[in-house]
């Protein structure tokens, strides 16, 4: 059995393998503030990447960047009441303007005190729909699509760094148009561009779908969501888009005068990925090794370790290494070119390798004076670390480069998929079968432990909730594909939907 | 005497041509909160010119990006003695986290008082220290290049969008040397890449300086600036550089072992441009039109306007302007493809030209039945609104557009220089002169107002502000190319510096 680099393993203890994945890739740390994190160099150049693929999707399709402010006054919030009951909870709260220095203390000035809080936005749909109420006048002004990339603040109780943090950063697409199947058609355009992003970069399947209604936004008349399978079987909401009906429209008198000459509401939608992403990223791919990324989305496909111990070689080493990474850099893949790194450091070049492994970098070559002699290079390939070494020459590594990325690309999600078809269970048919299923101990191995279970379903919220509610589970989506036979697995009443249960981040 | 498009015009009044042209321009709009603003599409899409190309040169010197939490806990602000004095007043203080429902209004709930206020950062030198103080153990770990992008809250009682505004945007640099003179270093590269910004793509040119004392950053050792003169004769300070000495080190224990084994605070940095950039563009180079955009910093450079008012030809207008778009989209201007839009709204052709007049647009092209008769375009400059337009052949336009676009830069840029130099006094020796010079009353027309006076100068901070704070004069920075001749003129001491003055955003 070989050694792995983490401690402890995935089998070990999952959710601290987890938190020691983000350390040993230097991707964030615990800030001294309460939920909040500091994302590092390497975390943050995977959110850049994301960030880029995101915007340029969202461009695309006819959508304008904007910015809006950080501050909601309190009394926008009680204007949609189901967006009340559903955010006016944990958020953080601005009362004061001003410190005053008492005693050789600073403590906020009782005279600075705001006569109307302000709440640091949880989610900007009330303040953005004040700016398309004066924006929208006409059907011309319409539809109006605007996005915004923002930091959010949910005062959560647990936290887990990525996955729920009090801070956290997004984009937010909000948009208005005349009709409700227009709106509709815009959440759906949005659903599969995160797929996109979500499937063919970042190499995660997901299950597309609705939310039922008690997993709804706050205020919508429809979710949809990507649902995806983390490696302890647990599912992670990956993105949503939401048809907000015209709930938001009325609190807020977001109307436009019809070609015909009469006023109407307008529809809205709203959609958002975060930087929640990366929790999924680290959970769907990495092992005991620490993080394993698809080189599409990869900051560095491609790091050159040039091995120095012998002083006397070092020149050549170097050059042939700057020479390699010069005629890498010109490589194409997926459209870009090829991103490579020399890690001239001086450090040891094992622990430089073990660096680049940690932070799930496709291809790490390493480079030392016998390479060069055979005019070659050593291998390193991050998806199959059981795998040895290879040792192709360097103008045959070259030319297969593009290919060779490819390969790491297609087998990351092709593995990810079989992982979630094998742990799909769709012949449970009782509750009795459902019980037992979902009853194992939540300290199982992470590769043991539950799946999801597509089974038909009343749509009773209550009931099943009553039911599931213990076992940690609840309903993650209705897939788009539905498929009902029988009736309901946990109630017994005549079915409506085919559902999809886990137990969730 | 040609009307404009504006009112009022600048000489009218220029504070509210300001809001004017943010208006007509249609890049930001206020808020429903207090000193918030919205920045639109256009305002935004500037705003992400200037992040693309100040991120690119951040990189290529070596920084990292990263990302630090928006709350600051308010203890951090009471470790630097002068921070505290200089920033620990106008302040967004958070001291709640929930909201409960009161008889049907939302307020803050008492149980959820936070026993350590948090502040909302107005800058981050605290909490990026604190995470420095990890980071770094050993002088291998240095330098430490970071840099974030942004938002930040500080509580100005007199706002103005993009100059002065509760919330704004940047980017913060903070970096970390084991040497001071490494860390002057620093702070002269980043000064260095400011002006590449500012005059190269925004055009408009900078006076490189440093702060006096009193104008320093909280904290600052040594604050360099970037700056610029507005065209009613204030000075804009466009960008800074702070040389931190061991001030920041010291409070947050940021330590390292050196190559011989004893431990050292280190030497911080910080440095930032912001969206009052935005606020700078529009007062160097706006008219009485709107916005004017220097080609290599505009979103769109080239926009083509159709005439549609013939029906029947329509369909063939389209067609040319397309042709014309897809040949204009691969020239090449200042190493990027130009940028080129077809404005095919369903709008008169009249008012849609001046919409991109208003937005600033360097070209644009009118194209109707006419122009394709002659294989022509009608070509609008927008850095010379008096010139007529002008009707040259397709192939021609498209091949001296380059050329074109580069005069546009360069002029704007020229322009921008020679008010600065004329209305640089360097003549005036007296206070009686200087006294003379900017008692003029603040509603002079904005052409006639007073400029900058470089004099000599004693340093004595104290008397020299009791004498020039009454005429709303400050000292905006000690130039680097000093030359001191005679005594001081504001109080007749013997000269230490030479010093620009000057009213001041």
Redesign the interface.
Known sequence: MSKSALSPTRAENYPEWYQAVIKAADMA?L???RG??????WG??I??RIQSIVDGMIKATGH???????????S???KEAEH?EGF????????????I?QGG????DPA?KLDE????RPTSET?IG??MA?EIQSY?DLPLL?NQW??V?R?EMRTRMFLRSA?F?WQEGHTAHATESEAREETILIQKAYQDLIENIMAIPVILGAKSESERFPGAVDSLTLETMMQDGRALQAGTSHYLGQNFARALDIKYQTREGSVEYVHTTSWAVTTRLIGALIMAHGDDDGLVLPPRLAPQQVVIVPILRDESARAAVLEYCNKLAAEIAPQSYAGEAVRVKLDAR?EEAITKRWNWIKKGVPVILEIGPKDIEKDGVAVTRRDDMAGKKTFPGRSEFIAGLPALLDEIQNGIFARALKMQQSRMRTDIKTWAEFESYFDKNEDSAYDTSPGFVRASWSGDEAATEAKIKALGVSVRCLPFDQNISGNCIITGAPAKYEAIFARAY
Chains 1, 2 share one sequence.
Not at 105 to 108: R, S
Request: glycine share 2%.
């Open positions: 740390e800030s001294g503030v909040c994190m500091v994302i590092k160099p943050w150049a959110w850049e304008e960047n904007c910015y809006f402010p950080i501050f909601i006054p309190l926008y919030f009680q009340v006016a909870k944990e958020m953080a709260v601005v009362t004061h303007h001003r410190l220095n203390k600073l403590v906020p600075s809080p302000l709440i640091v303040i004040e700016a004066k011309r605007w923002a930091n603040v005062w801070e950063l001086d």
